[in-house]
């Protein structure tokens, strides 16, 4: 494992959690590569390409009343020879455009490779646990 790349990956992933804190559209997918490909909590079972990645941060964004609070708590990083995932647990805490206040933990893990000397993402996985009995999802776990 190279610790320059995994710092290097760490600062990816600190300017992109600003530009979300910022509800900063094309900074916060300006790391996606062409190909990326998305598995997130919410519908469709998955997205392909940068511009639907632009597509599904400018609504997520618009459905919040001011700034996003979003962290990142256990961020695990590991790269090496221009490869790198990293996982850990998003938590993100703001007001719906109704009011309502959204406070929703869940389980990330982003995938990177280095093109052209520059850290981009190539897939991202998040997803939140489900209770079998109910089938419902568990929005209410804490870390």
Same mark, same amino acid.
């Given at each position: ?15 992109? $959690? ?11 997918? /300006? ?9 997130? &909590? &919410?519908?469709? $079972? *998955? ?6 990645? /632009? ?7 618009? /459905?919040? *009343?001011? $700034? ?6 256990? $961020? *695990?990083?590991?790269? /090496? ?38 850290? *981009? ?10 209770? &079998? ?11």
């Amino acid at each position: 494992m190279s610790e320059f790349e995994t710092a290097e990956i760490r600062q990816l992933v600190e300017d992109r $959690l600003e530009a979300i804190r910022a509800k900063d559209v094309e900074r916060s997918t /300006s790391m996606m590569t062409a190909d990326y490909l998305l598995f997130d &909590v &919410v519908d469709p $079972l *998955q997205s392909k390409g940068a511009s639907a990645a /632009s597509n599904r941060a400018q609504e997520w964004f618009a /459905s919040f *009343q001011g $700034l996003i609070g979003y962290e990142i708590h256990d $961020l *695990q990083i590991s790269a /090496s020879n221009g490869v790198g995932f990293s996982h850990g647990l998003n938590h993100v805490s703001a007001t719906k455009l109704d009011g309502n206040p959204l406070d929703m933990w869940w389980r990330a893990t982003v995938c990177y490779r280095k093109i052209e000397g520059r850290w *981009q993402i190539t897939h991202e996985h998040n997803s939140v646990p489900f209770d &079998v009995n109910s089938g419902k999802a568990s929005l209410d776990l804490k870390p």
